[in-house]
Nanobody
Framework: VQLQASGGGLVQAGGSLRLSCLTSGSIFSINGMGWYRQAPGKQRELVAS???????TYADSVKGRFTISRDNAKNTVYLQMNSLSPEDTAVYYC???????????????WGQGTLVTVSS
């Protein structure tokens, strides 16, 4: 199983970016998917998550600005980020809770990270 994140880059404060993360490989089902971020010198934190049924949760710091969504047919999760501020600068990692066979337990998989830099 591989997660490939894309969409990061440099943007000015107030701008927008859309991150994508494709999950590929031997997959029976994908349960929760999410985005985490890690800023320099800080711990990795949850940004947003979404269940297979579409129930979402957000960190307080991004509520009203970020939107997580998923396309189950494409095994892809998205993060639309609006009104970006320099405090959002971080490496963003996608995560998926995957069952590779019906008889296997679920396991967490991580993408390689994509850098988001917001200039003031």
């Amino acid at each position: 199983v591989q997660l490939q994140a894309s969409g990061g880059g440099l943007v000015q404060a107030g701008g927008s970016l859309r991150l994508s993360c494709l999950t590929s490989g031997s997959i029976f089902s994908i349960n929760g998917m999410g985005w985490y971020r890690q800023a320099p010198g800080k711990q990795r934190e949850l940004v947003a998550s979404i269940t297979s049924d579409g129930v979402t949760t957000y960190a307080d710091s991004v509520k009203g600005r970020f939107t997580i969504s998923r396309d189950n047919a494409k095994n892809t999760v998205y993060l639309q980020m609006n009104s970006l501020s320099p405090e959002d600068t971080a490496v963003y990692y996608c995560n998926a809770d995957v069952r590779i066979r019906w008889y296997n337990p679920r396991s967490d998989y991580w993408g390689q990270g994509t850098l988001v830099t917001v200039s003031s």
